[in-house]
């Protein structure tokens, strides 16, 4: 079975610029969860659909970023306009029940210079 | 909300040794706390997980702990290989209702395994 998949794996874009991430969770999956770690530190979490609904999005830092799971399936996460200070690595997880086993992608390392 | 705090940032240990990673949590109505293993460049993957109606678990070299009373749980790992060494996140989330939807992770801990 396919694990959490994340795209892209790096994006490197000035800053102003337009970055879309995109998560593929694992079938099934009706909880899809986007998280950040930036410059080393902890791992903060940034929002919770429940299939297409977004359960919570109290992690997002600001309007410029977006996240969509349109259809309860795959997700994206839009910075737009991208800052300094948004570079870090994006985890997407998934997992079958709220409080179950959070099973996390490979990340999306953002650097914005 | 919940805030997770988590010692030591780094752990050295000599092979075959015994490592202990702490945490303590703010949110009295915190009540999983799983523990995630981050190998360098891969993704974090549970390692074991605790929930608030249990003391301790365990599973095979690597148990948890934790004290409601206090606020705090453990991880401990014995007999230390060189496959452990890594960077090891707790986390905590809260009951329904209880903040944010999403887990509160510590600031990690980077273990590493001297031969």
């Known amino acids: 079975e396919a694990g959490v998949t994340q795209f892209p794996s790096h994006s490197v874009i000035e800053k102003g610029q337009t970055v879309t991430l995109r998560c593929d969770p694992i079938?099934?999956?009706?909880?899809l969860y986007w998280y950040r770690r930036v410059m080393g530190k902890e791992i903060k979490f940034l929002l919770h659909?429940?299939?297409?609904?977004?359960?919570?999005e109290s992690g997002m830092p600001n309007n410029r970023f977006l996240a969509e799971r349109t259809g309860g399936t795959y997700s994206t996460l839009k910075v737009q306009p991208a800052e300094l200070e948004d570079s870090g690595v994006y985890f997407c997880?998934?997992?079958?029940?709220?409080?179950?086993?959070?099973?996390f992608g490979e990340g999306s390392r953002l650097t914005v210079l | 909300g919940e805030n997770v705090e988590q010692h030591p940032s780094t752990l050295s240990v000599q092979e075959g040794d015994s490592a202990v990673i702490k945490c303590t949590y703010s949110d009295s109505a915190s009540n999983y706390f799983p523990w995630y293993k981050q190998e360098l460049g891969k993704r974090p993957q549970l390692i074991i997980d605790?929930?608030?109606?249990?003391g301790e678990k365990k599973d095979q070299r690597i148990a948890v702990t934790l004290n409601k009373t206090a606020k705090h749980f453990s991880l401990h790992i014995t007999e230390t290989q060189p496959e452990d060494s890594a960077v090891y996140f707790c986390?905590?989330?809260?009951?329904?209702?209880?903040?944010?939807?999403?887990?509160?992770f510590g600031k990690g801990t980077h273990l590493i395994i001297q031969p």
């Open positions: 659909f429940v299939k297409e609904s977004k359960q919570d």
């Open positions: 986390a905590a989330i809260g009951g329904p209702g209880g903040g944010a939807d999403g887990l509160t």
């Open positions: 605790i929930r608030s109606n249990v």
């Open positions: 997880a998934s997992s079958q029940a709220r409080h179950g086993e959070l099973f």
């Open positions: 079938s099934g999956h009706d909880n």
